[in-house]
């Protein structure tokens, strides 16, 4: 399996902090925390309890000229309803604000308790870390009401992102779905813990839908190789509470590396 070209990072100090960003702060202090593959920034604005978090999706100039976004995948408009949803059953961050300007999109919600598990918290003791991705995995999916979720994730709507012919594969290759309410990107980064590895929310439900769990699991396992190295993707699974399902792991792998 593949690793990513490109891992979510904090910005480098030289990138200029968007005017919108800087206003949405209202003279605040403003701390890059993520940058990811396609231009989308997330800040920090503020200390302590109050502090928010500004996300901001860039428009790219499209081929013909006309302004667009950076990706589907980055169309907060998709994530802040995601979040209004997810805020009834699950510890999310609440939406303060979404606005639409002529350059991009900028949300911002309220912080979440705990840090996420590739701080030096998660990175300290990545075993324990890698439990607590399992742990709060598995809350997540118990959490959220799969008869209730309106959002899809499933593997007809994500083959239907791909070309006729990976589309078909995909489809005639796909196990039989055991359903639940998907986070989307159960990386570990999207994970936050407190003292005692204790699970305190998630964050980036941009891609929440409905689908099969080890669409999930697949991927957060995964993800503890890309951030912690190997050797512990059992705990994810021991924190889960679940036996590794070999085919269902390489068959969302290979979903998740296609789309």
């Known amino acids: 399996m593949s690793k990513p070209l490109f891992l979510a990072a904090a910005p480098p100090e030289n990138l200029p902090v968007p005017p919108r960003v800087l206003q949405a702060a209202r003279g605040e202090a403003v701390h890059g925390v993520w940058l990811n593959a396609l ?11 109050a502090q ?3 996300k901001w999706s860039p428009y790219t100039a499209s081929a013909n000229g006309a302004g667009r976004s950076a990706a589907d995948e980055l169309d ?18 609440r939406v303060l604000s979404l606005e639409e300007f002529d350059d991009g999109q ?49 593997v ?19 196990p039989e779905e055991d359903l639940v309410v998907c986070h989307g990107d159960a990386c570990a980064p999207n994970t936050l813990v407190g003292p005692g590895y204790e699970v305190t929310g998630h964050v980036d ?8 769990r080890w669409a999930d699991l697949a991927v957060a396992a995964w993800s503890t190789e890309w951030n912690f190295g190997a050797g512990v993707q059992a705990e994810v699974y021991a924190g889960y509470g679940i036996e590794p399902d070999e085919r269902k792991i390489d068959f ?5 590396d296609a789309t």
């Open 39 to 49: 231009g989308g920034v997330t800040y920090r604005l503020g200390e302590g309890p």
């Open 52 to 54: 928010r978090f500004a």
């Open 76 to 93: 907060l408009r998709l994530e802040a309803e995601r979040l209004r949803w997810a805020a009834d059953y699950l510890a999310v961050p």
């Open 106 to 154: 900028l949300m911002v919600t309220a912080a979440l308790p705990g840090q996420n598990l590739v701080s030096d918290v998660g990175k300290a003791e990545p075993k324990l870390a890698a439990r607590a991705l399992g742990r709060g995995l598995r809350r997540l999916h118990e959490a959220l009401p799969v008869e209730r979720c309106p959002f899809r994730w499933d």
């Open 156 to 174: 007809a709507t994500r083959a239907g992102w791909l070309t006729d012919e990976l589309r078909e594969r995909f489809l005639t290759e796909a």
């Open 205 to 212: 439900f941009g891609e929440l839908g409905v689908g099969d």
């Open 252 to 256: 969302y792998r290979r979903l998740w």
